[in-house]
């Protein structure tokens, strides 16, 4: 067997034809939510992966940085969660590992609070803000996935780290588009085959 040495996860095909025709700018939290929650809609109905998906935008003037989607069963990977990619294609753009560098105020947008993983990506990614839509029971209660044992006190871990959380924003219309997931006949996977993540 030969070793594998490269790795990538792409946007799908749908979300590229349609990234020109992404607003610029999105000044108010709930536009940014709105865009998530319609790219989360989206996504999984296409069959890229889960109802997930997560923006990274300036804090200050709202623009956007990047846009990503859950491409776990796109790209065969199980780390290619929304967060995950919306901020390595953020850091892509900016050329640099930590985006909180040079001063820099920006903000991750997602459609449900991070599973375990997505919290130890957003930690570290050096992102000053996280806007969340719910962080209840709702999504695996609704979807069917497992988000992992997070730490009770998840929200003020990222507040002693510097990060901000807001939590709230267009829930409703996340829990949505959880249920009409979960009412769906879409794959909820797990390499063990009982649930899997965001």
Not at 39 to 56: K, M, Q, S, T
Not at 159 to 188: C, H, K, N, Q, W
Request: glycine share 10%.
């Amino acid at each position: 067997m030969t070793l594998a040495t490269t790795y990538d996860a792409a946007l799908p095909e749908w979300l590229l034809a349609r990234l020109d025709r992404l607003p610029a700018v999105l000044p108010t939290r709930e536009e940014r939510m709105d865009l998530v929650n319609d790219l989360a809609d989206r996504n999984w109905r296409a069959g890229n992966g889960g109802p997930f998906a997560a923006i990274v935008v300036d804090t200050a003037t709202g623009a956007l940085v990047s846009a990503g989607v859950n491409v776990v069963l796109s790209s065969g990977l199980s780390s290619a969660h929304a967060e995950v990619t919306a901020l390595s294609l953020a850091q892509r753009a900016l050329g640099r590992w930590d985006l909180g560098a040079e001063d820099a105020e920006l903000e991750l947008v997602v459609n449900w609070r991070p599973c375990v993983m997505c919290y130890g990506a957003t930690m570290w990614s050096g992102i000053r803000s996280l806007v969340i839509a719910g962080a209840g029971p709702e999504l695996e209660e609704l979807s069917g996935f497992d988000e992992g044992p997070m730490v009770a006190d998840w929200a003020a871990q990222f507040e002693e780290r510097g990060i901000r959380v807001t939590i709230g924003v267009r829930e409703e219309e996340a829990i949505a588009v959880f249920r009409e997931y979960g009412d769906s006949d879409a794959l909820v996977y797990n390499a063990r085959g009982s649930a899997g993540g965001a």
